[in-house]
């Protein structure tokens, strides 16, 4: 399942690039999450820009919405709201929503324990690896419906 998502959105990507070219690069948080927003009476500040770079700036999107969705069970409703938000503020063409969609569909988090697995020295997989694929797995489902919808 993961590996088919990672080889669509490399495939995907690599059509937009060669169809219309490389995407616009802008100034890019790099790591753009709730722990890198201060919010108080007044004022917002985001904060800790040691990832800045230059590069597409739906991936900063891509990055606050993909944490948020993993901390609330890949809620749908807090998704959509914040696509929504951000849509009425910056209005996403065809091409940045297709991107979006492409970087969501590549499986970000499920990398890291498989990656540890297969370089482990031993057999014994931790259980909390194994908790982390599982959870992957079951919020599977929710992940794929955000996923219609950004499309």
């Known amino acids: 399942m993961f590996y088919e998502q990672a080889l669509e959105a490399c495939e995907g990507l690599g059509r937009m690039v060669s169809e219309t070219g490389a995407p616009e690069h802008y100034l890019c948080h790099g790591e753009l999450n709730q722990h890198h927003i201060l919010m108080g009476p007044g004022y917002t500040a985001v904060i800790e820009f040691n990832k800045m770079h230059l590069g597409v700036q739906v991936a900063d999107l891509y990055h606050f919405i993909r944490k948020a969705m993993e901390k609330h069970g890949w809620n749908m409703k807090l998704g959509m709201r914040l696509l929504n938000s951000y849509d009425r503020v910056l209005t ?54 955000l996923l219609t919808h950004i499309r």
Not at 92 to 111: I, V
Not at 113 to 130: D, E, G, H, Q, Y
């Open 92 to 145: 996403m063409g065809e091409k940045e929503r297709e991107y979006l969609y492409y970087l969501f569909l590549s499986p970000d988090q499920s990398w890291k324990p498989l990656n540890f697995s297969s370089n482990a020295t031993t057999a014994w997989i931790p259980s909390s690896t194994v908790d982390t694929l599982q959870t992957l797995e079951l919020q599977q489902t929710a992940r794929t419906a």
